[in-house]
Nanobody, 114 residues
Framework: QVQLVESGGGLVQSGGSLRLSCVAS????????MGWYRQAPGKQRELVAT??????TGYADSVKGRFTISRISGPYSYLQMNSLKPEDTAVYYC?????????WGQGTQVTVSS
């Protein structure tokens, strides 16, 4: 089993920055990728950014140039969010992908005020 815990969410004004952190515990061997997803009220969960074990990154078009995903060797993932917009308001979830499936954190709320 794998457990994921996110932190770093909060309330920020438009144009501000936040850094989300995710730490995984348990069986964290053979990680394919780690990533961040978000879900706004009334909307489906969507991919924000991913990083593979080889260090390749991918971003949603809506966050390219503003968000940066990184991963420290081991089960740590970070999402640096700059130039935040009100439409970035959502619950952000950390994801870890292994051969036997996906694991999710409990989510952290990010609220961007205009």
């Amino acid at each position: 089993q794998v457990q994921l815990v996110e932190s770093g969410g909060g309330l920020v004004q438009s144009g501000g920055s936040l850094r989300l952190s995710c730490v995984a515990s348990g069986n964290t061997f053979s990680i394919f990728s780690m990533g961040w997803y978000r879900q706004a009220p009334g909307k489906q969960r969507e991919l924000v950014a991913t990083i593979t074990s080889a260090g390749s990154t991918g971003y949603a078009d809506s966050v390219k140039g503003r968000f940066t995903i990184s991963r420290i060797s081991g089960p740590y993932s970070y999402l640096q969010m700059n130039s935040l917009k009100p439409e970035d308001t959502a619950v952000y979830y950390c994801n870890l992908r292994r051969a036997n499936g996906d694991y999710w954190g409990q989510g952290t709320q990010v609220t961007v005020s205009s």
